[in-house]
């Protein structure tokens, strides 16, 4: 599958989703453009990851489209989607690192799977992803000695190691204090201005929101209510949207 | 709740159940070629599964082979003589209690640790994280188990059939009084290769269902620490009842289709 270049590089139509039969997506539009960090916003619970795993085929809609580079996923063969997820990165809520593993296993992982590189090079590569995460030392370590926030931090590293076009982001600043927060918010920016990657952060984080977002869209009831920069978001009269900014109990979202 | 509600639910999840297990068989099939290519995951698992059994094959096995000598001897006592201890200890353990129980102690071991092992990493989205890097989760938990435990448990048996006699031959010795010599004499007396033969091929399906079971209800774990859970009791009662099922059912294929007797 090559790398292409029309504006969009993912695209989602109609995409609707019931769990035993509990509607959570109910019909979900969504361009992402090639390059740009597109935040998406919504209450805990409300699908937000579901969606991140719709992206990535690791769940199949029960009706509507998803596109990749212009291809339908919905249609492909496990042999395919596993080839499109070479040009994906995904950041999971607690890391998700494998805890058999050290952590330059972990990082080099995807390149001994599928590289032919050496064992020098992979060492080298995995060394320069631990670094731009700002994590030296760790090699060895294994991930249950870790806090929470180095965790991310080399889950980060290990999403990026294969160069992918895309990184998702599944809740990146959930459970970290303040200032690990902001860390893990730099390097997405950083991360998207050094390899000119597209990023889709899902959060409930409106500080974090506001920080790396070139655009921001907000999932309620199933749909996409609302999609701008953060200067129409911060401006918004949508009511939804602007109870959620704000965080307010008050208005059209009731606290369950 | 209506009756034919709860059997409608009922057979839902039967017929689900039934096919998750399909597909995962399929799929751990069609990857078999990839074995060879997975290697040293293969023999970590054997490691594990096979040599880290070996303590818990050893009390079992001595102390079957043990009490089954006791009981030969207090069924004997006044009708058969007890040079025929040998003979009924060596054909029940390796026809049946070998195999059988074998299987199930280490059934109870292996699937519930591959489980929760398997269980965790689906909760804590490791298995979605080796999606994502583009590692087929079943070839790179499942294939390395359930070839590792198909071969092992074969072996296991074995080992568990010669501890069992060892242990019967001590036990008739020290507490019965017949001499090493009676009891050998009594062993080869109708001893056949095709019953050790026999009991060692359905270890190999036994083999197969610990490390599916494991697998299956590792797979289908949900929620946290209490689904983990849920999932290694499943994996074990449905390995232990599997494995008995089956061993009727492949005790009459082999023991009356293929190794028939001769009338």
């Known amino acids: 599958m090559e790398r292409g270049t029309g504006k969009h590089i993912v695209r989602l139509s109609g995409v609707a989703k019931a769990f035993e039969r509990k509607p959570v997506l109910t019909g979900v539009d969504l361009d992402i453009a090639r390059g740009e960090t597109l935040v998406v916003i919504g209450r805990s619970g409300c699908g937000k990851s579901v969606l991140l795993k719709h992206i990535t085929g690791l769940i199949a809609p029960d009706a509507g489209e998803i596109f990749f580079e212009e291809e339908d996923i919905t249609r492909f063969s496990r042999k395919k989607l596993f080839q499109m997820r070479m040009h994906f990165g995904m950041l999971f809520q607690g890391g998700a690192l494998f805890d058999s593993l050290t952590v330059g296993e972990n990082v080099a992982l995807p390149l001994r799977r599928h590289t032919t590189l050496g064992e020098d090079e992979i060492c080298r590569r995995v060394c320069g992803r631990l670094e731009l995460v700002g994590l030296t030392d760790v090699y060895n370590r294994y991930p249950a000695e870790m806090s929470g926030g180095m965790k991310k931090r080399v889950g980060l590293a290990r999403a990026v190691v294969m160069d992918p076009a895309i990184v998702l982001y599944d809740e990146p600043t959930t459970g970290l204090d303040p200032i690990m927060a902001d860390v893990i918010n730099g390097l997405i920016r950083d991360l998207q201005r050094e390899l000119k990657i597209t990023s889709v952060v899902v959060t409930h984080d409106m500080k974090s929101a506001y920080r790396v977002a070139d655009r921001i869209a907000m999932l309620y009831e199933g749909k996409i209510v609302h999609s701008g920069t953060p200067e129409e978001v911060r401006e918004t009269a949508n009511p939804v949207l602007r109870q959620f900014v704000e965080g307010s109990a008050q208005g059209p979202i009731t606290p369950v | ?263």
Request: proline share 3%.
């Open chain 2, 1 to 263: 709740m209506a009756p034919f509600t709860l059997l409608g639910r009922f057979l839902l999840e039967l017929v689900q159940e039934i096919g998750g297990l399909g597909i995962l068989i399929w799929r751990t099939t069609q990857l078999l070629p990839r074995t060879f290519a997975n290697a040293r995951a293969v023999f970590q698992q054997m490691d594990r599964i096979g040599i880290g059994s070996i303590p818990l094959v050893c009390v079992t096995s001595l102390f079957v082979g043990a009490v089954t000598a006791i009981q030969a001897a207090y069924q004997f006592h006044g009708y058969v003589p007890y040079k025929f201890i040998g003979t009924v200890v060596g054909k029940s353990v390796t026809l049946e209690l070998g195999p059988v129980l074998t299987a199930l102690v280490v059934g109870g071991r292996v699937s519930a640790s591959i489980a929760a092992e398997i269980g965790t990493m689906k909760v804590t989205e490791q298995v979605d994280a080796l999606e994502m890097i583009a590692i087929d989760p079943v070839e790179y938990l499942v294939l390395p188990r359930v070839v590792a435990a198909t071969i092992m448990l074969p072996a296991l048996t074995i080992f568990s059939d010669f501890l069992a006699i060892f242990g019967a031959a001590v036990v008739a010795n020290i507490s019965i009084g017949v001499s090493f010599h009676t009891f050998e004499t009594g062993l080869k007396l109708l001893f056949r290769q095709q019953d050790l033969v026999g009991g060692l091929m359905k270890t190999f399906a036994f083999g197969y269902i610990i490390a599916l079971m494991g697998c299956y209800h590792g797979f289908e774990t949900r929620g946290g620490a209490e689904g983990v859970g849920v999932a290694t009791m499943k994996a074990v009662v449905a390995s232990c009842l599997l494995i008995l099922i089956s061993n009727y059912l492949l005790a009459s294929l082999i023991f009356r289709i293929i190794f028939a007797p001769s009338s």
